[in-house]
């Protein structure tokens, strides 16, 4: 499976859109991308995934590039419930060895 | 809230204890997983069971035993464990083994050798 990279931490003001990167250059053609959170002292928590379109949910939009290569997660309103470390992985479907990456740690500060 | 139930939250065992740790999922999934995860890293991969058949395991040493008794039920035997063995154990279902449906996790058991 590809690789992902993304920032170790990032900062977000209470109620402002939180935009959380990821890079997946090596992503092939039958690749999910898939966005997972992971609050202190629980299970990850599953957000969104998407192969080409963009999507959205309750949650989030994930807005994959045209070339695939990068992603983006948007919590369009950041509360304090949102800290938490963020992880995106790449996975092919058939593939169900799901592979997690060092993640970004977002802090939603007041 | 999780639809994945882990039992129990914490585990606290010494080197020559056998225990285990409990999953259940009453989704309908036919895929279950264990993960474990150090402190400050991210969830490793264990083990895969697929339509209830161990269909991965990532070299796990043999003192961790998994068991998949029906599709709703996931066990992990534990035997003759070291200290470097305490971590949070992660259990998840996805609805298939070999669809884009998302894995589903519980809360983890939180696991510490003596």
């Known amino acids: 499976d590809a690789k992902t990279t993304q920032p170790p931490s990032m900062d977000c003001a209470e109620g402002r859109a939180a935009n959380l990167p990821c890079n997946h250059s090596?992503?092939?053609?039958?690749?999910?991308v898939y966005w997972y959170r992971q609050i202190h002292s629980q299970g990850p928590q599953y957000i969104i995934h998407?192969?080409?379109n963009n999507e959205t949910n309750e949650m989030a939009s994930l807005i994959i590039t045209e070339d695939r290569k990068s992603s983006t997660l948007i919590l369009p309103h950041a509360t304090l419930r949102d800290t938490a470390v963020y992880y995106c992985?790449?996975?092919?479907?058939?593939?169900?060895?799901?592979?997690f990456g060092a993640g970004t740690r977002l802090t939603v500060k007041p | 809230d999780t639809e994945v139930t882990q039992t129990p939250k914490h585990l606290v065992m010494g080197m020559t204890n056998k225990k285990s740790l409990k999953c259940e999922q009453h989704?309908?999934?036919?895929?279950m997983y264990w993960y474990k995860q150090k402190a400050k890293k991210p969830p490793e991969l264990m083990f895969v069971?697929?339509?209830?058949?161990?269909?991965i395991n990532e070299s796990v040493p043999s003192r961790f035993s998994p068991e998949c008794p029906n599709s709703s039920l996931l066990n992990l035997h534990l035997h003759a464990l070291q200290p470097e063995d305490s971590a949070l154990y992660l259990c998840?279902?996805?609805?298939?083994?070999?669809?884009?449906?998302?894995?589903?996790f519980g809360d983890g058991t939180r696991l510490s050798i003596l």
């Open positions: 998840a279902s996805s609805l298939q083994p070999d669809g884009d449906q998302p894995q589903h």
């Open positions: 090596t992503i092939s053609g039958n690749e999910y």
């Open positions: 998407g192969l080409k």
């Open positions: 992985i790449v996975r092919v479907a058939i593939n169900n060895d799901m592979r």
């Open positions: 989704m309908g999934h036919r895929a």
């Open positions: 069971y697929s339509y209830e058949k161990l269909s």
